[in-house]
């Protein structure tokens, strides 16, 4: 029971071959909590991460991940993980803020600047991806950006050097056996003029997950739909496997649950929805939630 | 027809002719299908020069989207071994650093570290470390094509992926101006090019299809009118992300356009063309197939030209009348000054108990059963 709980159903629509990771988000239906699922994934199997924090500081990260089981505190201890604090608030910039961003709070929006603070960050990035690999722990790394609409802001709206920075943080993951986790607000970038970071994003992925309010609208125990479109490169083996994924989800104190649509969560239904689900898998004809 | 345009490419120029040149066009929705493309006609025409079928003695890749490691191994699962490898193909590698900034991290940290990861040593990769400056990357493309071996006039091909990453560090026409001088370089043999239409405005697109003789749009097989990109129908999506229409429109010189198109998609790890179901759609008629039929026969011709219309009484022994605007009454009996005596007779003529309606043609012009309001004035 416990091993379809968790999460599992990301997992296995999201496979292990992507290498960027857009998760696409709303006001109404937040994504962080993929963005948690995935962190906390990352840094599970003896792998590593770096965290492009511009939306929360390091204690909200830190208290929700706790609560996953998965101490944060700990692993930057350990320099498992590293985490960009890139947040500027008036007054109380980060260190890192400070370090890599000097310019920008000197002369204001020039161009050239904004691009050398770019230039620092992913520097600063690639030198701890290489420190990462030359080590003993030559897990899987994982570089994630939350978010890119605040990055956008953070480079005074300049969408080029944003997008640079992003162009060589997807060489990083082909060079380097590294990971892209990029959260995007969709709901931003709804008008047609806007829309090129997004769409520059959406092409960069090679899986996309969407959370989306439900489209039937409010229900009690289901937080949203999530989407998830695995794009697929060629080099991927399991190329006939299931592309588009679509379930509803419901984000707990301490996990995520992932379900397909008509299964509601009650613990009574949910056992009976698993029961069935494992009598699905021994019968002999194909199970409908596969859709191979 | 993929087979055809990597002929056109193939056989490259004419004399006194610009290079031919290919325009690949995706959107998102089947982006990685349109990819596919291009990494087929790329290896295809890469395997064409290696066996010395082509015109070209080698193929240079510029390499914007994806590492020039996926080209080497798209084109060693078609069959090309190392040796053929570095004889034909060059890739330069505006992926890997595009602006220079691994190269100026590794010269900040220059000390004892000298893992050269990023300097390929690859014979056949070039790294290319600022793609701004379009000049310098059509000296690197030309100095890259003319390196290949092999005696007398030597031509080689390009291939672009994509310009839409080129598009982001260059304006418009100085791409455009890029690859019309590479169209018309004398060794150049064929051009082809990758554009993600649907990140631009839609007069990106048209500027380069206009630098080239043929466009290849992947269009996604199934489109849904209700939502493009929405996860609404998952089926449909599906279908998009595994087949697609590969529809080619072919400039000849005589300035005619063939269009034609055939079904793309994935197998394992290959893309392949569906020509089965190659649609010879200008050359069928513009009637729609249907079960039952919409044509007439010889026969129903004649019977439907024998049909004397209601209102068609005239012709029949009398003379045919037309209405000119001027007088309301038939003419040739009265005069139209004598109307008031007109009226009496006509009375007891058509005084019967049925009513009938009497209706003058406009003129010859019209057809008797046409649509248009008769006598022009029911407003219709």
């Not at chain 1, 929360?56 to 089981?69: A, E, N, V």
């Not at chain 2, 009637?287 to 009484?313: C, G, I, M, W, Y």
Request: include cysteine; hydrophobic fraction near 40%; charged fraction near 25%.
């Amino acid at each position: 029971m416990e091993e379809y709980g968790g999460g599992d159903l990301l997992s296995e629509a999201m496979g292990s071959a992507a290498r960027v990771v857009v998760v696409e988000d709303c006001v109404e239906a937040p994504g962080a909590f993929v963005l948690h699922l995935l962190l906390k994934r990352a840094l599970a199997g003896g792998g590593a991460a770096a965290f492009l924090a511009l939306a929360q500081p390091f204690t909200h990260y830190d208290r929700i991940l706790r609560k996953m089981g998965c101490n944060l505190s700990l692993h930057r201890r350990n320099e498992r993980l590293h985490f960009f604090e890139l947040q500027a608030f008036p007054g109380k910039q980060s260190f890192y803020y400070l370090m890599l961003f000097p310019d920008i709070i000197g002369s204001g929006a020039k161009d050239g600047a904004i691009a050398d603070c770019f230039v620092r960050l992913y520097s600063e990035i690639q030198r701890v991806v290489e420190a990462t690999r030359t080590g003993e722990n030559a897990g899987q790394f994982t570089i994630m950006i939350d978010d890119v609409s605040l990055l956008e802001v953070a480079a005074h709206g300049s969408v080029d050097n944003v997008l640079d920075f992003l162009y060589y943080c997807v060489t990083l993951t082909s060079e380097m056996n590294c990971s892209l986790v990029i959260l995007i607000h969709e709901d931003i970038y709804a008008v047609e003029e806007n829309m090129g970071l997004l769409l520059h994003l959406r092409h960069i992925a090679d899986l996309v997950v969407k959370a989306a309010p439900l489209s039937t609208g409010l229900a009690a125990d289901v937080h949203g739909q999530l989407s998830v479109v695995n794009k697929g490169t060629f080099s991927e083996q399991r190329a006939k496997a299931q592309k588009v994924w679509s379930f509803h989800f419901k984000v707990k104190e301490n996990s995520t649950d992932f379900f397909y649509p008509g299964s509601t969560m009650s613990k009574v239904s949910l056992n009976l929805f698993f029961t069935n689900l494992l009598a699905f898998k021994h019968s002999p004809q194909p199970s409908p939630l596969n859709f191979t | 027809m993929a087979e055809a345009v990597v002929r056109y490419l193939r056989d490259g120029r004419l004399d006194g002719e610009h290079a031919p040149a290919l325009a690949l066009e995706g959107s998102l929705q089947c982006c990685s299908l349109a990819a596919g493309a291009m990494l087929h006609v790329t290896a295809a025409l890469a395997s064409q020069a290696a066996a010395g079928k082509a015109q070209a003695r080698g193929l240079v890749v510029v390499a914007f989207d994806r590492s020039p490691e996926v080209y080497l191994e798209f084109m060693r699962r078609r069959g090309l071994d190392a040796n053929a490898l570095n004889r034909c193909v060059r890739i330069l590698d505006c992926y890997t650093d595009p602006l220079g900034w691994k190269q100026k991290f590794q010269n900040q940290q220059h000390q004892e570290n000298s893992t050269k990861q990023f300097s390929t040593n690859k014979e056949n990769i070039t790294v290319l470390r600022n793609v701004k400056d379009v000049n310098k990357m059509m000296y690197s493309i030309t100095e890259l094509g003319g390196g290949f071996e092999g005696e007398g006039k030597m031509y080689f091909s390009i291939a672009v992926d994509s310009i839409s990453s080129l598009l982001r560090h260059a304006s418009v026409p100085s791409v455009s101006g890029l690859l019309s001088n590479l169209r018309s370089h004398e060794q150049v043999s064929s051009i082809f090019w990758l554009i993600h239409s649907d990140l631009h405005e839609p007069k990106v697109p048209r500027a380069f299809e206009c630098l080239s003789t043929m466009v290849a749009c992947v269009e996604p097989a199934l489109v849904d009118p209700v939502c493009v990109e929405s996860p609404g129908s998952m089926s449909t999506l599906e279908q998009n992300y595994s087949k697609a229409k590969f529809i080619v429109r072919l400039k000849r010189r005589n300035g005619r356009v063939k269009h034609f198109y055939e079904d793309l998609y994935v197998e394992g790890n290959d893309v392949k063309f569906d020509s089965a179901h190659v649609s010879t759609e200008v050359n069928q008629s513009l009637v729609p197939k249907v079960q039952f039929n919409l044509e007439l026969s010889e026969k129903e011709r004649t019977d439907r030209a024998n049909v004397v219309l209601p209102f068609e009484h005239q012709g029949k022994g009398e003379p045919i009348q037309i209405y000119d605007g001027r007088r309301s009454l038939p003419e040739g009996q009265r005069d139209p000054n004598l109307a008031p005596a007109l009226v009496d007779e006509i009375a007891p003529k058509s005084g019967t108990a049925k009513g009938e309606i009497h209706y003058v043609r406009d003129s010859d012009d019209e057809q008797p059963d046409s649509d248009e309001d008769p006598d022009d004035d029911l407003d219709i």
